[in-house]
């Protein structure tokens, strides 16, 4: 934005915001007639630009969290209402002054934040009582989605109802430390300590405060590089442990400073000739289930003691290193609470809760689920859509030839400097250069831009990556200052679309992304400028190149983000890898390059730093990466869906904590839930109250006639021994005995999914529970006559076959099933009970509507060769060309150029009732819970 164009968006800001306190309704023509009104007033100003950003900022919704406790006292409604001022809450008045009017935060999502904090303290406890206290919470987000504004509010209202002392566990690396540190300095201290100076930040600059500066909390720490705790530095310190001003530490989870710390207190309590101290303490755990988890146990130790009876310590039952730190910090203090948050709650709801030595972080008394703004860009959105072409693009997979992961490895055990940057690389840093020209062309070019580089864990690797990339971005950057015709011709040709370099298949043009994104409803009257052609980029993509710094942010390198310290914004390449997976927030991020896997759920999904906010920018955000970590991601979201589902029903079944019975998901590849399994134990399945799909079907074409051949044969029979009903896109065979599909145990061949999809296993639990009867049904599309259309007759009834994309890491032998999703949306909600009601959305929940299913259902998706062999998925209308088939598998089933086909392929789905006949409830899920909450349920 010019400068113009910023004072016009102060003066429309702060008068929608007065109408949207006022409780007026604000919507996108008020937003439109106030810019228009106060445009004249600015006849330089892009009014269109500043309504945009009016829009995205007012239009954003947020649901309200969910929360779970042991024992419901809730005692801050009380409170505030005995202290009705905002005098009363000093603290948190200015951080949500601060929010609104220096960090322009839509009314609901400060509402949300006010209303979940409210939420967590109720599960805490009121340390104005005096009485002795432990609380033990875990707050669950979402990646990047913003809890650590979450709990800088709860900090602020700690304070504010009496918590003293505040000690925040800031992730293991020191770059995640000093961020979180600033976090806290702008939003609760108001000041940042620098060299010995204080320099006033954030809240602190507020015209009026109510707090007043003699009640600034005293800090144990700051957001230099070494601003880490330091015991001498402490101890020479004139902080004041007794006073009532409350003191805050934001630290590592590192075992020398978290020694440190415990040993100053020892101090403080020495000199006070207590045993534990009496002051209020809130402990916050930023990712709580990284290191803070003791996994130094075997499930077959739990019932050993730590020490026998000789004194002598088992070996294999030590608490690991950092979790026995933050007990010792605990039992410092007689009045505690500790509230764990994570995206990533797998290691924290496996902990061994029946046994003392382990069960000192779970979370005992409350979990409370925050919900994401509607504007938050989260793994279901690129992953998990209700229909796989409302999947969000900009996902880009690399040529599957250049395996630069591997080459990294390799040159890690030879010499490091043959490091040889693949084209697919390249190409991600001509996507920046075009993607950070466009945000300039949209006036945000004194907003922060980030790319990421996540190729290694190895810091060698790291460090001489940044001398390659440093090398190459200057070679790149001089090029467009010289004008060179190679470079310019490939920016040009990303922005047409016309360019596939180093990845699997050709890109679409950022009109198209664009448009994609313009139609999606979470999107709507975003800044979508765009030129009308490359030309009118080319200012703006020299001003950017040339202020981009390519840096390595690992513990070896000085190098750090330090957004704050650029007040127009900072243009940077990131290259790192452990330091970066964890809470770090890359700001303005719109382009990632991603190729090292990692085979834990939690891991990888907290790699994924490209999740979060990305107001008037979406449509230029790239994700690149491999199909086969593409792959791992979309089963990570369904296990996600799956285990926030099962928050929701537990909380609303009133359940506790100690019964949290989560069900984890298993993939139906090799990747683990996570490396702490800790109590973790399979449970069978039984597959009452969901759907299993077949996730990958063999491309063998023997495999797709024998098993086209068995279904017909089963058709054949069912016709003149069941009810059939036709209709546009399926069959319906209703009230099949079980007895009638003997041959599809026998004779069908389906690939296992770890074992939810083995018909000889599913009829025996139909016949143990009675399920006597089943619907088998053949479903397609409505038959027509397009060059891309295939149709099969099935009892009398002509189905056009369905069109399904393969998955991306699909290949000759395997169709990969994209998003775990076979039929559409809505399909199941056909076959509910008479009378049933279903909302839109629930409709599309095959858990909701399994509870209202007549009988299971068996689905066979009838599918079309064409597409079933397809090498890489085609755009929904366009031709399916020879070249892009496995034709050879093809010719085998039938003919391409007629599409007359005698065999054709199958996909399977089982729906399952989640109560049977006589009403008995029997959901259940090949899943990994935790083995001691199942066995303090079954007693």
Known sequence: MTKEDKILFDVVFAFIKAKETAGEEISNTLIGDAVKQFATMFPNADDGLIKNELVSH????????????????????????????????????????????????????????????????????????????????????????????????????????????????????????QQTQFRIDEGVCGFQRNEGKDEIVGVGKLPYQFTPKNRRPQTLTTSASDGDFNLKAAVMNTINFDADIPLIAVVKKNASVLRNLNKWIDGKLTINNEQVSSKSVLIIDDECDQASVNTKFKIEDLDKPIEDENGITDPSNTP?????????????????????????????????????????VFPEDFIVRLDQPTNYLGPEKYFASENEEDDLPGMLLLDKTEEFAQ???????????????????????????VSGAIRFYRGQESENMSMLIHASHLTLIQNQLGVEIRDLWQMISDSIRQNDGIVWSNLELIYNGDYQNGFDYGMMSQQDFTDFYKSNNSFVDGNFNLPRDFSELKDDVRKFASAVEVIVVNSSQPDSLNYHLYPEGRKVIAIGGNTMSRGLTLEGLHTSYFVRHARAFDTLMQMGRWFGYRSNYADLCRIITTSEIAFDFSEICQADIKMKQDIIAMIKSNSSPRDFLINIRQSSTSIKVTSKMGAATERRITWAGGEEITTRIDRNPEIVINNHKVVLELIENLETSCEVERNDNRVIYKKVPLTLLDDLKEKYSMIANSGTMDFEKIFEFYQKFNFDLVDVVIVGRKSSEGLNDVNFFFSGKELGLAQRNPHEDSDL?????????????????????????????????????CQDLIRPIITFVALNPKHFYLKRKVKKGDPVLKENTY?????????????????????????????????????????????TVQNNINN
Not at 320 to 337: G, P, T, Y
Not at 413 to 433: G, Q
Not at 889 to 918: C, H, K, M, R
Request: aromatic content about 12%; charged content about 25%.
């Open 887 to 931: 034709l050879e598998q093809i010719d085998i089933l039938g003919d391409f150029e007629t599409n007359d086909f005698n065999y054709i392929p199958f996909g399977v789905s089982v729906a399952t009732p989640t109560n049977n006949n006589a009403g008995r409830n029997l959901k259940d899920e090949d899943v990994y819970i935790n083995i």
């Open 813 to 849: 032998n395997m169709f990969k099933v994209p998003k775990g999703k076979l039929t559409d949306a809505n399909y199941l909600s056909l076959f509910v009970k008479e009378g049933t009601y279903l909302g839109d959305r629930e409709k599309k929940q095959p858990s909701r509507v």
């Open 320 to 360: 690991s290193m950092i979790n026995k730190l933050i007990k010792e910090l605990l039992n410092k203090f007689s009045r505690r609470a500790y509230v764990g948050y994570t995206a990533t709650p797998y290691a924290n709801v496996f902990i061994p809760i029946d046994n003392e030595h382990y069960r000192d």
């Open 58 to 177: 007012f239009t954003i919704g947020i649901g309200k969290s969910d929360t779970l406790y042991k024992y419901k006292r809730p005692w801050i409604a009380n409170y505030k209402q005995n202290h009705p001022n905002d005098s009363d809450f000093p603290f948190w008045t200015d951080y949500k002054t601060y929010l609104q009017k220096d960090k322009k935060y839509p009314a609901k999502v400060i509402n949300e934040i006010d209303s979940s904090t409210d939420a967590i303290l109720d599960g805490m406890a009121n340390p104005n009582e005096d009485i002795d206290f432990e609380k033990k919470g875990m707050v669950i987000g979402y990646v990047q989605s913003g809890k650590t504004g979450n709990y800088v509010g709860l900090i602020n209202k700690g304070l504010d109802v009496g918590y003293r002392f505040i000690v925040v566990l800031a992730g293991l690396h020191n770059n995640l430390r």
């Open 407 to 433: 080459h990294l490895k390799e040159c890690y055990k030879t010499d490091i400097t043959n490091i040889e940057i693949p084209e697919s690389l390249k190409s991600a840093l001509y996507i920046f250069i």
